[in-house]
């Protein structure tokens, strides 16, 4: 491997490290809103905008709370890919 390229893995683990705060905090503010328990009540697709309506807040910000939930999508994509990617690999 060339020294760029362990450069840039070495960066990549560095910034890794040092966000991987962030899924936690995501993951808390959901359930501190009550996000899934909001999704799940409504019973079929919900708009950000019916979402934001429906969180007990004198004042949402609806770009943070847009934020919020792309997070929740890519926590949610990547665990999907784990969970199927080692799906076949366990042993029974």
Request: net charge positive.
């Given at each position: 491997m060339n020294t760029s390229n362990e450069e840039l893995r070495e960066l990549a683990d560095i910034t890794k490290c040092t966000f991987s705060f962030v899924d936690s905090m995501v993951l808390k503010c959901a359930v501190e809103l009550r996000i899934a328990d909001i999704i799940h009540s409504h019973g079929k697709s919900i708009t950000l905008s019916q979402v934001a309506s429906s969180i007990h807040s004198n004042s949402v910000?609806?770009?943070?709370?847009?934020?919020?939930?792309?997070?929740?999508?890519?926590?949610?994509?990547?665990?999907?890919?784990?969970?199927?990617?080692?799906?076949?690999?366990?042993?029974?």
């Open positions: 910000n609806f770009g943070n709370l847009k934020r919020v939930m792309r997070m929740l999508v890519r926590i949610y994509e990547n665990f999907h890919h784990f969970k199927t990617r080692h799906r076949d690999s366990q042993v029974i």
